[in-house]
Nanobody, 119 residues
């Protein structure tokens, strides 16, 4: 079983910064994509940023220049540095891990961490 444990959410004023962390454990392929999604109240879950084990990144347009994703492959950990936070960034942020192991595809989610930005 794959487990993802997130940390780092909280309450911050607009313009402030937060750093989210997510540690994965279990049987994980070294070839994988880790990333962050978010879901605001009444809205669908949306992509924030992803990063492959080889370092390729994909960012949502609304976070470019403000958020930076990084990872430590040896520790199966992914981070999201969030700067210049806006009120509309308020959401539950979910860590995601996707990989193929033999014929099986895995798509795992963390429990989510709340990020609240006060205006």
């Amino acid at each position: 079983q794959v487990q993802l444990v997130e940390s780092g959410g909280g309450l911050v004023q607009a313009g402030g910064s937060l750093r989210l962390s997510c540690a994965a454990s279990g049987s994980i392929s070294s070839i994988n994509t880790m990333g962050w999604y978010r879901q605001a109240p009444g809205k669908q879950r949306e992509l924030v940023a992803t990063m492959t084990n080889s370092g390729s990144t994909n960012y949502a347009g609304f976070v470019k220049g403000r958020f930076t994703i990084s990872r430590n492959n040896a520790e199966n950990t992914v981070y999201l540095q969030m700067n210049s936070l806006k009120f509309e960034d308020t959401a539950v942020y979910y860590c995601n891990l996707r990989f193929q192991l033999g014929p099986l595809g895995y798509n795992s989610w963390g429990q989510g961490t709340q990020v609240t930005v006060s205006s």
